[in-house]
Nanobody, 124 residues
Framework: QVQLLESGGGLVQAGTSLRLSCVVS????????MGWFRQAPGKERELLAS????????MYANSVKGRFTISRDNAKNTAYLEMNNLEPEDTAVYYC?????????????????WGRGTQVIVTS
């Protein structure tokens, strides 16, 4: 059974940082691209970042480029999202997802396994 478990969300002030983690089990982690999504109330789910299986290749949405960093530790079956200089507009539920392919992709439809999400609230 494939499981993705996010952690690290919370209530923080604008300008601070958070690191989200996603522990994956039940699949060959190193052979899957990983992505981080978010969904704010009343908005569509947004793909923020993707990392290929080796972690060497990464891609970002323009909305977070330069502030957020995706990484992965294949020895720990864990993906990370480092979020810096957080803004109230970053308030959302954040999800990790595993792609059906080993490369990084900003195609939302390529992701087939999902976690349940972790809430991030940024206050001004």
């Amino acid at each position: 059974q494939v499981q993705l478990l996010e952690s690290g969300g919370g209530l923080v002030q604008a300008g601070t940082s958070l690191r989200l983690s996603c522990v994956v089990s039940g699949l060959n982690f190193g052979s899957k691209g990983m992505g981080w999504f978010r969904q704010a109330p009343g908005k569509e789910r947004e793909l923020l970042a993707s990392a290929g299986g080796s972690g060497a290749n990464t891609m970002y949405a323009n909305s977070v480029k330069g502030r957020f960093t995706i990484s992965r530790d294949n020895a720990k079956n864990t993906a990370y999202l480092e979020m810096n200089n957080l803004e109230p507009e970053d308030t959302a539920v954040y999800y990790c997802a595993a792609s059906k392919d080993p490369w990084a992709t900003m195609g939302s439809r390529e992701y087939q396994y999902w976690g349940r999400g972790t809430q991030v609230i940024v206050t001004s």
